[in-house]
């Protein structure tokens, strides 16, 4: 099984760029766009690795990290 990374951004640009390269080098790419939406991947997917933006809208990136 693949390990995960979520990869937070509210752009949608970034995931279009990264995922490609992620997914190649064996990667499963979890996507969210909001520091809340990241909270509720996070603790349905468990993923091993967490790429975040801290300029988020609503919840930014350290609070989400924080919590």
């Known amino acids: ?13 970034m995931h279009q760029l990264y995922r490609p390269y992620l997914e190649h080098a064996g990667y499963r790419v ?3 766009a909001t520091g ?3 909270i509720e991947v996070s603790a349905r997917e468990t993923p ?7 300029r988020l809208p609503g919840l930014d990136g350290l609070s989400a990290f924080e919590r």
């Open 48 to 54: 091993q690795i967490i790429v975040m933006d801290i």
């Open 36 to 38: 809340e939406e990241a």
């Open 30 to 32: 979890l996507d969210a």
């Open 1 to 13: 099984m693949a390990p995960n990374i979520l990869m937070v951004d509210d752009d949608p640009l």
